[in-house]
């Protein structure tokens, strides 16, 4: 019985060790290594001029893109160099096998092979990931707005654990979050939400959220202690910069400003320090009250603004995939994209990729990487099948 488990073992891992060396090979969407080779010698090549820091900020970026290159350029050599190991530990292992040689040597020979192949696949997984971010805005920031829908203060609640929930996902990934506008409810939870995630891919990973999320459970607002169904929305932005991302002109702009309010309507600030921006062109009308400062408040509605536009014109580039942000949808039963179910049953699962995690304290405690990267490959898949897929 042993002896048929190695043999299926060995099978396996030979199985693998082709799989993992063909796509290292021709996995040229992944390590198309010539090319890496030739961008390297170019950058150094002006890299050495002697006007090449003229321009610092420019500079800076080739500088960062020569580091990521020759990173890409070891971890391939890297993969090489443990597919050449997992290779001869397959055949050692075949050979101690064969020949009648004890029986422990030939299981450290097979467990080593098993290590290495689960390194292996590790190392390729975190690559395959690193080339599904080909969105132009991927490695932004990224504006998330949050907004209840159907469900009353059930769902301003329900609006405030997603707050929470991406809040703490950016805590675990070494991201900072800044809240641009929040508007509390008036008993409990929240009205609406704005805020920025800052870091490495954030719009990436986050665009997988834009959507509305529905949650079931046993509401605690309710005496009756009866199941409720609500819903949130939440829209999902790159953070742009104007003149590098956006053209701005400010005759298009009109600005008011506003006494800010909070919960219950009661004023928070006796100065009218909050700030609406309308862009007349397009009808975008964006807000800010959270700041005391009028300044402020204007800074972050600007960027809001800035990220919408980006988003808009992102839209009319890309109608034939739904465009980026996808149909408008009523925030109610039947548009969702994921489902949070605390009865009768634990449950959240994503609509779209079928991703369904059973431990919902986890989710809610920000463990939602899963979710994010499942929805990566499946808009990798879904742009390939458009015949859209950016290659570069």
Not at 175 to 204: H, M, R, W
Request: charged letters at 30%.
């Amino acid at each position: 019985m042993q002896e048929k488990e190695d043999d299926l073992c060995i099978l396996n891992l030979l199985g693998n060790w082709h799989s993992k060396k063909n796509a290292l090979k021709n996995g040229v969407t992944l390590f198309d290594l010539e090319e890496m080779e030739r961008k390297i010698r170019t950058i150094e090549e002006e890299a050495g001029k002697h006007d090449f820091w003229d321009n610092p900020e420019e500079a800076q970026k080739k500088m960062q893109e020569l580091g990521k290159l020759k990173d890409r350029t070891a971890l391939f050599e890297k993969l090489n160099g443990l597919l050449e190991e997992w290779e001869i530990l397959l055949q050692l292992y075949e050979e101690a096998d064969s020949s009648g040689e004890s029986k422990e040597e030939a299981d450290g020979l097979l467990d080593e092979a098993e290590r290495i192949s689960v390194k292996v696949a590790s190392l390729l997984d975190g690559e395959e990931l690193r080339f599904l971010f080909n969105g132009c805005y991927d490695d932004h920031n990224a504006i998330l707005a949050l907004h209840p829908g159907a469900g009353g203060l059930e769902a301003q609640d329900w609006t405030e654990m997603l707050l929470r929930m991406y809040t703490r996902w950016a805590e675990k990934k070494g991201y900072t979050i800044e809240v641009l506008d929040l508007l509390p409810g008036e008993e409990a939870g929240i009205k609406s939400v704005t805020f920025l995630v800052q870091g490495e891919k954030a719009y990436g990973y986050l665009q997988a959220e834009r959507g509305v999320h529905r949650l079931v459970r046993i509401s605690p607002f309710d005496a009756g202690g009866r199941r409720h169904t609500s819903f949130a929305s939440v829209d999902v932005l790159p953070e742009v910069r104007e003149g590098v991302d956006v053209e701005l002109n400010p005759e298009d702009l009109r600005i008011d400003t506003f006494r800010s309010r909070g919960a219950g309507g009661q004023h928070v600030n006796t100065t009218d320090s909050a700030v609406r921006i309308t862009h007349v062109p397009t009808g975008i009308v964006v807000q800010c009250q959270n700041e005391r400062s009028q300044h402020s408040n204007k800074e972050k509605a600007m960027r809001i603004l800035l990220a919408k536009l980006a988003d808009l014109a992102q839209e009319k580039q890309k109608e034939e995939l739904e465009s980026i942000r996808g149909e408008q949808k009523e925030i109610a039963w039947g548009s969702q994209i994921r489902s949070y179910v605390f009865h009768p049953y634990s449950l959240v699962k994503d609509h779209r990729t079928g991703v369904e995690v059973g431990d919902i304290q986890a989710v809610m405690d920000g463990e939602i990487e899963e979710f994010l990267e499942a929805y990566l490959r499946f808009n990798a898949r879904r742009k390939e099948n458009a015949g859209l897929l950016n290659k570069g």
